[in-house]
């Protein structure tokens, strides 16, 4: 399998692929908890192309993009500035998401995404993620040496989640 994870502009292809992968993830993620005609309810009247591309034509917001044999099975979005309640004042902090498709949920994309997602969060002092408590992510997650920081809710329908952190060491 021919895997890469590359930066993606908020193009036209790149949101597609964005969306495909938003779409299969908000299902999977939420079949469990939630009936899935309000999935699909969701899907339909919030993941709204437009407002993608706006969001990551922000130049403090960068979307890494994962493919498997070309077909995007993965995502980060990086979000500079974004802080959440706890981090110390005058620290630069980034918010991370950190989404692979299910099926594809193996230890070499994991790498990829993250070896990339973590190449581009070396300017900052602290990166977090608010992550689903079910997420199968969160304990890869850890293993990278992300530390809980709080327990929160996440996602369009507010289910219980883990907000970690990782400071970032600078040499």
């Known amino acids: 399998m021919d895997i890469i994870s590359k930066f993606t502009v908020g193009s036209e292809e790149g949101i597609s692929d964005l969306i495909t992968i938003i779409d299969s993830s908000v299902y999977s993620l939420h079949k469990d908890f939630i009936s899935e005609e309000d999935i699909k309810r969701y899907i339909s009247s919030e993941i709204d192309p437009r407002k993608m591309i706006n969001e990551l034509n922000d130049l403090s ?3 890494i993009m994962t493919y498997a044999d070309r077909q995007p099975v993965g995502y980060s979005i990086i979000k500079s500035g ?3 309640p706890g981090i110390a004042e005058g620290k630069r902090s980034t918010e991370i998401s950190f989404v692979i498709l299910p099926q594809f949920n193996s230890p070499e994309i994991r ?3 993250w070896k990339k997602c973590r190449s581009a969060v070396s300017f900052t002092d602290i990166i977090w993620i608010n992550i689903l408590a079910h997420d199968p992510l969160l304990e890869f997650l850890k293993e990278c040496g992300f530390t809980s920081a709080s327990l929160a809710q996440a996602g369009p ?3 219980p989640s883990h907000i ?8």
Do not use: R
């Not at 970690?164 to 040499?171: P, T, V, Y």
């Open 61 to 63: 917001n960068q979307l």
């Open 157 to 159: 329908f507010q289910l």
């Open 111 to 113: 790498q990829s995404l």
């Open 82 to 84: 974004s802080v959440y």
């Open 164 to 171: 970690l952190k990782m400071e970032i060491h600078k040499n």
